[in-house]
């Protein structure tokens, strides 16, 4: 598509990972998207329009592709990028190109900005991370480099918001222009390109890169400064972080705090949000006379919808963390960490990101897994990706915890989420390991993350970042969750006794319901596990969306916040309560408990993510093995502790 012919012109957003790209599209744009300072991120297309504040006179939309570090691409990411220069299938060829430098990797990011000068691209350029370099006493003559290359240069900062005014207006001002560059990728990079381009590009950076301090080194000498002065600034840091002993331990006590502070830090936002939808379920019982509409409310709405909103807290504050970990940098020392056992599964440091955004979901997971150009690993990325303990789990591992944590003794939750999620990457490397047996090789695959900086994380960007992250999950949570609780009130509340008992007695109306009838004929099935016909049901539900369990659980149980304590503690008292019909047996107990846990933790519940792992694998495949084996090993599993636990005595 001509750039003449369209209505609104495009601006990509073009740089190698770790550059600053997505941070510097946010305060372009002024919305709200993922920052991370890895290659996997930013796997889709993002686009925006200018933000308001800016007062340009072009209309367009700003791109922002995913990391490129050649035009020579080798990943599906790149490949992705690549598309959009060529012919992006919405907006055309890009009218402008905005090329995000880094300026402590010069040699290298100058490389990628040679390529786009010489594919006859409209380029302005952001030069990011001077702060860095100042404070090594290296500086950038950027007035000189605009004339080696031709093309503006702008300083910028996106984590501050300085220089952004000024790239804004010089993008709008190269679209005024009327003289229209016709792009044209080039082809050539044979070795003979590739040495001749990065000696060119030393001879630039050896006029461009100077130091603060006239009396220290010669010109000659200056070409290695830059990553003598990273290395020896970093070493330290580096000795620590990447050290194959201390570097693990300090990975697992760093992990390990985050998630014990997950589970203390959310205790009074929890008991915050138990308290206002207690206070609502009683507003309406005054408010209505005892009705069928009454219940549909209060047992339907309120208490499905409040049983799940009250772990928001905890899924924020991963959130937060996370992306505190994330901007930092320290991210990248961690897939560094466990890049090595990661290789004897088939896998590397590479599937380390993708696997640990499966934390937060799946679906994000499998999809960053395009930036792995192995074929054979990217496959099995993908196949163990529904294994990490996403925040859909999360409201069911926090409901589960708190019934057989003891109430003095908070960290031993705390300690118990780890375990969970520290599971969860053995049944995954499990689960790589068996399966690399099974998939072809598709060549040898080597490791390569560029280690960005270290940087103290920007409150106000993290703050965004998890807000909006938060709302996401709230967002798409949200329906599924009051269909789905208005589906199961139904069927939980209809038909009811029958006319012909007495009403003395009746039993709990849930007796009577379709519900009961059915899960009634599954439950020889959920007797080794410790489960009833009503755990079933929610079992059943939570196959949709597995936050559904805990909102099913609050429906079938009838807890609503009408007493005085609050709605959590009102499912859990109806949990220690709960009695097996044909036993009189506790329902719930250590055993049974962990049984669940279990099975959530390795059970695919999610449709979603069926149908995404169909996407990009190419096929059903693996989808159908990953829901018959995962289920059902959760299954086999969750039998085998419950069982093993009762014959120990803890139960």
Not at 186 to 195: A, G, H, N, P, V
Not at 321 to 346: F, N, T
Not at 388 to 416: H, N, Q
Not at 609 to 628: D, H, S
């Amino acid at each position: 598509m001509h750039s003449s012919l369209k209505e609104t012109k495009s601006v990509v957003l073009v740089g190698q990972p770790n550059a600053g790209k997505t941070t510097l599209f946010n305060a372009l744009t002024g919305s709200n998207f993922q920052t991370g300072n890895y290659p996997g991120v930013t796997v889709d297309y993002s686009f925006g329009k200018p933000d308001s504040k800016f007062k340009i006179q072009n209309k367009f939309q700003i791109i922002d592709s995913p990391g490129l570090n050649s035009l020579n691409a080798k990943s599906e990411d790149e490949k992705v990028t690549v598309s959009c220069l060529a012919n992006h299938p919405k907006f055309g060829t890009p009218d402008l190109v905005i090329c995000v430098v880094d300026a402590t990797q010069l040699s290298r990011q100058l490389y990628l900005l040679k390529q786009l000068k010489e594919s006859n691209f409209r380029i302005v350029v952001a030069v990011t991370m001077l702060d860095i370099l100042v404070k090594k006493n290296l500086k950038i003559d950027l007035t000189k480099l605009s004339e080696k290359f031709e093309i503006p240069f702008v300083e910028v900062n996106g984590r501050t918001v300085s220089g952004i005014k000024e790239l804004m207006e010089k993008v709008d001002s190269e679209l005024l222009e009327k003289d229209i560059p016709v792009p044209k990728l080039i082809t050539d990079f044979s070795k003979e390109y590739i040495l001749g381009s990065f000696k060119e590009i030393a001879l630039i950076e050896n006029e461009v890169l100077n130091h603060t301090k006239p009396d220290l080194k010669s010109a000659s000498e200056k070409l290695n400064i830059i990553s003598q002065a990273s290395h020896s600034t970093r070493k330290a840091d580096e000795s620590l972080f990447l050290h194959p002993i201390l570097g693990g331990f300090l990975f697992l006590v760093i992990m390990g705090s985050l998630f014990t502070s997950i589970y203390w830090l959310a205790a009074p936002l929890m008991d915050l949000v138990d308290e206002f939808f207690g206070f609502t379920s009683g507003l309406v019982i005054d408010a209505l006379p005892d009705s069928v509409l009454r219940d549909l409310v209060v047992d339907g709405l309120i208490a499905g919808v409040g049983s799940v909103i009250i772990f928001v807290p905890q899924i924020m504050i991963l959130f937060l963390l996370m992306g505190i970990l994330e901007d930092s940098g320290y991210l990248s020392r961690a897939a560094v960490i466990i890049d090595w056992p990661l290789k004897k599964l088939g896998l590397s440091g590479r599937s380390f990101v993708p696997m640990l955004s499966g934390f937060a979901c799946a679906i994000p997971g499998m999809m960053a897994a395009r930036t792995i150009p192995n074929l054979r690993e990217r496959m099995l990325t993908i196949f163990v990706m529904p294994l990490m303990s996403c925040s859909a789990r999360l409201p069911v591992y926090a409901l589960l915890l708190t019934f057989i944590t003891p109430e003095d003794k908070p960290w031993i939750g705390g300690i118990s989420l780890m375990f969970l999620y520290a599971a969860s990457l053995f049944f995954g490397s499990l689960a790589a390991g068996i399966a690399k047996k099974f998939v072809q090789s598709s060549g040898n695959s080597i490791f390569s993350l560029e280690l960005p900086s270290y940087k103290f994380p920007v409150p106000k960007l993290i703050l965004r970042s998890t807000f909006n992250r938060t709302k996401s999950y709230v967002t798409n949570a949200g329906v599924p969750i009051i269909v789905i609780s208005l589906v199961l009130w139904f069927f939980t509340y209809f038909p009811g006794a029958p006319e012909n008992i007495p009403e003395e007695e009746q039993l709990d109306r849930i007796e009577y319901s379709y519900a009961s009838s059915v899960s009634k004929i599954l439950e020889p099935v959920l007797h080794p596990m410790g489960a009833d016909w009503r755990v079933g049901v929610s079992l059943i539900a939570s196959f949709a969306a597995r936050e559904v369990f805990v909102s099913s659980m609050a429906l079938i149980f009838h807890v609503t916040g009408e007493d005085d304590d609050t709605l959590q503690e009102n499912l859990l008292q109806s949990m220690r309560e709960a009695k097996i019909q044909s036993t009189g047996e506790k329902l719930f107990t250590f055993s049974t408990v962990i049984g669940l846990l279990v099975f959530f933790n390795i059970a695919l519940q999610c449709l979603t993510t069926v149908a995404v792992a169909k996407k990009e694998t190419g096929g059903w495949k693996i989808p159908i093995i990953q829901v018959v084996v995962y289920t059902g090993m959760a299954y086999v599993l969750a039998i085998i502790t419950v069982q093993g636990l009762r014959v120990l005595g803890f139960d």
